[in-house]
């Protein structure tokens, strides 16, 4: 009650301003006025001292019923204190030049996001119950095009082992269906039950949120898991974010990490571009195995989405290791990142489909996935310890085919070791809820190693790390057979056309390859 009395105050403030008079308070006398709205004309003041977020909510809130774009003053600061209240964005945005200054440092509630990027169109029920991997059609039509999310809570996946061990998700899968029924993206599981299916409309025109340079006061919190949100949310399909700036400052010696400052969730067609994102400071908390880990903390996060597109995105510092991996994806269908010079490229919980990464420079943490598809690099000058590494706490699985083709690598930037050109850990002693496999077909194409601080005793670098090797525990249980309990699926072919390296040497295929027996090698 008290935030919409604040609200209807701004509102009346507003209404009183010289540049509407009594007379002229119609939607349409306030279009042909100004055929926008601004923070202005509901109170903010803008001077980076005075809370502006009541003002900030109001001003979207009539721009939404009056479908109106929001501009803002280029020269404006305009300041996002503790309150826990959330500006919804259902028209385009233009922030320019302004500068916004978000306060962590004693929020009312860490979850509540500053901005929420929503469509008007409302969710819906779907009435299937059943659902098979790859299926092409859901048997339906529908009067416009949907994203849709099925869920079976009977079902886990995603079972993760490790320090930040737990007992898995429920299996869930995201794609779009056309409004003849035609399923667009593939389905990764068999669901012989669906205990919930939600569609959501997909608007037909895009919303673009441009500009503005933001600066997030870092908070104080607890060094635990205890994500802060005080971003920018995004639920609409069909959304553009192009131009944004995000610094962090006053980060200390301890804090909460951050989970996304622009947060892409349960939605289609999501492009993130021209922006320039922000490390977060590595904090250290106790997991859930009972041993220290660093926490992950991010500034873009993707859940739940299909197509999600990073183009032309930049950040400083990408080798720098007291900042973590820039960002995080999980469940998500089909990433392209275009252009683009990040710290760490992460398909946490899978990602299917497409995953392409090209003309771009990855840093110090590379690029981490799990999942199935066509994985490509084209044009990628990377930094990372390896060039890709299958996460091990989710079964190092990657089901399909891996190209790299016109790229550089410089491990690990330029340490002294023998360098592993896909790092994976599998033993085949856990149950992470699937079947694990190596990528199936590799082709390395015009790859070049930058091998120049390799041991000079050792013969050259290897393609993959020992995915055998049992990292987690030393009572590892297999078969009697010798065979472990769930088969990590070894890798078909690889081959190395036109492969260079600094020392002249020529790579090897692993440390132990009693698991590459039968795996083919071409060197072209």
């Known amino acids: 009650m008290e935030v919409m009395a604040a609200v209807e105050g701004q509102v ?21 006025i100004k055929p926008f709205v601004d923070y202005e004309q509901f ?5 980076g001292v005075t809370d502006d977020i009541a003002a900030i909510c109001a001003a979207h809130d009539y721009a939404n019923a009056h479908r109106l774009p929001v501009k803002t003053k280029p020269d404006a600061t305009y300041y996002i204190g503790p309150k826990a209240m959330t500006a919804v964005i259902q028209t385009d945005v ?17 979850k509540a996001f500053c901005f929420h990027v929503k469509s008007a169109l409302r969710p819906f029920k779907l009435n299937m119950t059943s659902l098979g991997r790859d299926q092409k059609q859901v048997g339906f039509t529908l009067d416009s095009r949907c994203y849709v ?19 898995g998700f429920d299996q869930t899968d995201c794609f779009v269906v056309h409004e003849d029924g035609s399923i667009v993206s593939p389905i990764d599981w068999d669901y012989d039950d669906i205990t919930d299916a939600e569609a ?42 192009d131009g944004i700036t995000h610094y962090v400052a006053g980060e200390i010696g301890h804090g909460s990490p951050y989970g996304g400052f622009i947060h892409a969730t349960h939605c289609a067609y999501v492009t993130v571009q021209n922006c320039f994102v922000s490390g977060h400071k590595i904090y250290t908390t106790i997991g859930s195995a009972g041993e220290p880990v660093m926490m992950g903390s991010y500034d873009l996060l993707a859940d739940n989405i299909v197509d999600y597109k990073l183009i032309n995105c930049t950040m400083n510092n990408i080798t720098d290791r007291t900042r973590w991996g820039v960002i995080c994806s999980n469940f998500c269908k089909n990433i392209l990142v275009e252009n683009c010079t990040l710290s760490r490229l992460d398909a946490h919980m899978g990602v299917s489909g497409t995953y392409t990464i090209k003309d771009s420079t990855m840093g110090w943490q590379g690029v981490n996935a799990i999942g199935r598809g066509q994985l490509t690099f084209e044009r990628v000058v990377l930094y990372g310890r390896s060039l890709v590494q299958f996460r091990n706490d989710y079964g190092s699985t990657w089901e399909g085919d891996v190209t790299i083709r016109d790229c550089t690598w410089i ?16 033993d ?6 699937y079947a694990c496999f190596m990528p199936q077909r590799v082709k390395l194409i015009n790859l070049h190693v930058d091998d120049s601080h390799m041991p000079e005793e050792e013969d ?26 769930y088969p990590y699926v070894p890798c078909q072919k690889v081959v190395c056309r036109n492969l260079t390296t600094a020392s002249g040497k020529q790579p090897r295929i692993c440390r132990n390859p009693a698991p590459f027996a039968q795996t083919e090698l071409v060197v072209e």
């Open 149 to 167: 999310v099925v869920t079976n809570t009977k079902v886990k996946k995603f079972i993760r082992r490790g320090l930040n061990q737990n007992n």
């Open 200 to 241: 959501r409309p997909i608007d037909k025109d895009e919303l673009t949120v441009r500009g503005g340079i933001f600066t997030t006061m870092a908070n104080r919190g607890e060094s635990k898991y205890d994500y802060y949100h005080r971003g920018i949310r995004i639920t609409r399909s069909n959304t553009t974010i």
């Open 94 to 110: 233009d922030w320019n030049t302004s500068h916004f200054t978000i306060d962590d440092t004693a929020a009312e509630d860490n």
């Open 43 to 47: 109170g903010a003041v803008g001077d």
């Open 12 to 32: 009346g403030e507003w209404f009183s301003r010289e540049i509407f008079s009594p007379e002229s308070n119609t939607a349409k006398e306030m279009e042909t």
């Open 460 to 485: 050259g670098f290897y393609l993959f790390s020992d995915p055998s090797e049992n990292w987690w525990a030393r009572d590892a249980v297999y078969t009697e057979s010798g065979t472990p309990p």
């Open 428 to 433: 085949g002693t856990h149950d992470f809820g």
């Open 411 to 426: 491990p690990d930037n330029g340490a002294v070791y023998t360098p592993e050109l896909f790092t994976m850990k599998n």
